[in-house]
């Protein structure tokens, strides 16, 4: 390692001369080799963090079997007649896992790695884009190391880690080649359906940065996808409740709102379980369908909160303490796309419960907040001796969530409210000590151009 950095410093300083015709600037010479060093080491963390993740999850067993798990294996497998909607129309992921099988690969052999592929692709974006932001420290990867990162690899039958690495690659290219972005839009579209809001985020960006004919192809690419996928997709059968695809998302949405964050479960009568005494039950003429509330489940509201502040843990925290400061360093357009990021993240993981009652992994979809902007504040404005037991405790309470056994609603409100505290005073912490400061001008120079 000595002789690396001693062989770097004189094949920068050769170059650093003979453009400048002198030593000028060596202060900047320093910045640059140092950048040189940190970017190496981050390198080497993340991939430490990847085989972290790869040995993990085959420890504790790879693919996982979940719910909705045999729907993309029937895909894959040559059985999509059988899938019902909207699962027959998430049609590039067991697409790929088919391409492995016909080559020769078992079925969970195939889909395990499909999600190797796209864990090291959503690690090379996530590490292109954070770089681009600013000055790399070698131990931020080491935010990634989190319990829903491995859930994604270990339930290697669904599109959840695949979905993600294209994300990954359409927040990287929209830093230099915006062009790109539109297939690879087009890609999450077939991907899964809920690219919508993908695409609804991305449309706001390119009017707010008034590249309106970009907005206007992303209206285009997301008309495409939906009739590709409509072309492509086996016809399958109707959902369980025979109704049309756009009734099914909309009543599944407000289905899951209401038993995730108020405990309150609807019921019709082609669901599997019985109600036989609800709550509260009316007609609904316009829609010519009962309404039946079925009951109240207080541990369902205690176990959505509970994934929620475990998933996202100190992140409020720790973003709103720090955004002052990064709107000092970052320029006009790192700011705006930052921006973008964590508002994306927050309705991702917001709106995710919405779609299911799986929540510890659909709240995972606003990972651009966690595993983005969190990285990002930490190397751009975060002072590592300052900070380092706030970002120990963010990510040590992701792990602590892991070990609260279900059904718990005792330890999981002292979870919660664990986690409100810890909140409040890492945000107190860390704007005092941006307050301590004489000038924020003075925490750190404007972030410049990445070097080469």
Request: with cysteine; hydrophobic share 55%.
């Amino acid at each position: 390692m000595h002789s690396l950095r001693i062989l770097l410093t004189w094949a920068t300083l050769s170059q650093f001369v003979s453009k400048r015709g002198g030593g000028e600037n060596l202060s900047s010479l320093y910045l640059q080799i140092q950048f040189i060093m940190r970017s190496k080491q981050a390198i080497a963390s993340i991939t430490i963090v990847f085989f972290l993740i790869l040995s993990l999850g085959w420890y504790l067993g790879v693919p996982k079997v979940v719910p909705n798990s045999d729907f993309y294996i029937n895909m894959a497998t040559g059985h999509a007649a059988s899938v019902m909607k909207p699962f027959s129309s998430r049609i590039l992921h067991p697409f790929l896992a088919s391409v492995l099988i016909r080559s020769g690969l078992s079925v969970p052999m195939a889909f395990t790695v499909v999600a190797a592929a796209a864990l090291a692709l959503l690690f090379a974006s996530i590490s292109l884009l954070v770089r681009w932001f600013g000055e790399e420290r070698p131990l931020w990867p080491f935010l990634l190391f989190c319990p829903i990162l491995v859930e994604y690899f270990r339930t290697a039958y669904m599109n959840d880690l695949l979905h993600a690495a294209l994300l990954g690659i359409l927040l990287a290219v929209l830093v230099r080649w915006e062009r790109a972005s539109f297939p690879i839009l087009l890609a999450l579209i077939i991907c899964r359906e809920s690219t919508i809001l993908v695409a609804t985020v991305l449309a706001v960006y390119f009017v707010w940065r008034r590249k309106y004919a970009y907005a206007v192809g992303t209206f285009f690419t997301v008309v495409l996808g939906f009739l590709i996928v409509s072309w492509i997709a086996p016809a399958g059968g109707h959902n369980i409740h025979s109704l049309s695809t756009g009734a099914y998302i909309v009543e599944k949405t407000g289905w899951n709102f209401l038993a995730n964050w108020l405990g309150l479960r609807l019921w019709r009568p082609t669901f599997e379980w019985a109600c036989p005494a609800p709550l509260f039950q009316a007609k609904l003429p316009l829609l010519k369908a009962d309404l039946v509330l079925c009951d109240w489940d207080m541990e369902s509201i205690i176990n959505t909160w509970t994934n929620f502040l475990g998933t996202i843990s100190l992140t409020t925290a720790i973003v709103l303490a720090s955004w002052k400061s990064l709107r000092i360093r970052l320029d006009g357009k790192r700011l705006e796309l930052l921006f973008v990021i964590a508002a994306y993240g927050v309705l991702a993981a917001i709106v995710g419960t919405f779609t299911g009652t799986a929540t510890h992994r659909l709240i995972g979809y606003g990972w651009p907040l966690i595993w983005v902007v969190v990285p990002v504040v930490f190397n751009v404005t975060l002072k590592p001796r300052s900070t380092a037991v706030w970002l120990f405790l963010h990510w040590l309470l992701m792990w602590v969530r892991e070990l609260i056994p279900p059904r718990t609603p005792s330890l999981e409100l002292l979870f919660c409210a664990a986690v409100i505290v810890l909140n409040v005073m890492a945000y107190r912490s860390i704007s005092a000590r941006f307050s301590e400061e004489k000038s924020p001008v003075e925490l750190a120079p404007k972030v410049s151009p990445t070097p080469a």
